[in-house]
């Protein structure tokens, strides 16, 4: 029988930065055949879920959200999140008895570094108060919103030239092909 490898955390004294996001590639500096066995252990987890996720996750699949959708089990760099709203930039990790604390908040670093809010929720919680789990939700999408919006217009302030379009909706602007 082979033995399985476990995830295990380096020690604290070799610990390393965030890892850089690289514009080339699927993003991540993570080896192909890594990120291949994180997909394949993602759809596994999609398949095996806990009641907690099933019951967040039909809730989010009868809820209006408008634009904004969030996905069971989803490959964020080299992390699987329970929930993900790409569009947001929001992971929702359910913490689930017996979870390895020291490496969830390292995951969650990683992920906060590349401007991904992550929300953790107690599994008992959505059990037992569904509602209050989607009020905190709710008001979390609320915040993250927000805060694309400032970040839209702090872009917007400090490049004035990329914010405006140089024709508005009735035509005025510089002429055209006239010289």
């Known amino acids: 029988m082979t033995t399985r490898k476990t995830l ?5 004294s070799e610990a390393t930065e965030s890892p850089t996001i690289k514009k080339k590639g699927r993003g991540w500096e993570i080896s192909e055949k890594r990120l291949d066995a994180l997909h394949k252990q993602a759809r596994e987890l999609r398949r095996h879920s806990t009641p907690a996720h099933k019951a967040l996750a039909k809730r989010f699949s009868e809820a209006d959200m408008g634009p904004y959708s969030f996905t069971r089990h989803t490959v ?11 569009r ?8 689930e008895e017996g979870e390895n604390e020291a490496l969830a908040k390292r995951r969650d670093k990683s992920l906060e570094a590349v401007g991904i809010r992550v929300m953790r929720i107690k599994a008992s919680d959505i ?3 569904m509602d209050a789990v989607l009020a905190r939700i709710t008001a979390g999408m609320r915040m993250r919103i927000g805060d694309k919006q400032e ?8 490049n004035p030239r990329q914010s405006k379009p140089r024709y508005d909706r009735e035509g005025n602007g510089p002429p055209r092909g006239r010289s």
């Open 151 to 158: 970040a839209r217009r702090r872009h917007n302030a400090a």
């Open 127 to 129: 059990l037992e108060n």
């Open 88 to 95: 947001l930039g929001m992971a929702i990790d359910i913490d």
């Open 76 to 86: 964020v760099g080299s992390a699987i999140v329970d929930f993900n709203c790409h």
């Open 8 to 12: 295990q955390l380096p020690d604290p």
